[in-house]
């Protein structure tokens, strides 16, 4: 059974940074994926950030490509998402997920793909 627990999350103002960990039981980092997405109050579930294979490539939408930071520790099996200038719009609920099996890029943002979530960290930008 895989397990992932999410870590990291609260309050911060805007313009703040914040780095979520995501912890990851009975599943390597280094064959399959790992997803970063969040889901705010009355909107649908979107993808974030991806890593995936055994090179690690990394993905992002185009809204955060250029303030936030997926990473990974294999040793650890902790995978990381480094957030930077952040914003009232990125208040949500974010999640950790994993794909039991090959994840084509085109399938990181699809949340349908992935086997495995965790509970969630809550993320609040407010002044």
């Known amino acids: 059974q895989v397990q992932l627990v999410e870590s990291g999350g609260g309050l911060v103002q805007p313009g703040d940074s914040l780095t979520l960990s995501c912890t990851v039981y009975?599943?390597?980092?280094?064959?399959?994926?790992i997803g970063w997405f969040r889901q705010a109050p009355g909107k649908e579930r979107e993808g974030v950030s991806c890593?995936?294979?055994?090179?690690?490539?990394?993905h992002y939408s185009d809204s955060m490509k250029s303030r936030f930071t997926i990473s990974r520790d294999n040793a650890r099996n902790i995978v990381y998402l480094q957030m930077n200038s952040l914003t009232p719009e990125d208040t949500a609920t974010y999640y950790c997920a994993h794909r039991r099996g090959r994840l084509a890029l085109s399938g990181c943002w699809n949340p349908s793909f992935f086997t495995s979530w965790g509970q969630g960290t809550q993320v609040t930008v407010s002044s």
């Open positions: 890593i995936r294979g055994s090179g690690g490539n990394t």
């Open positions: 009975g599943a390597s980092l280094d064959v399959y994926a």
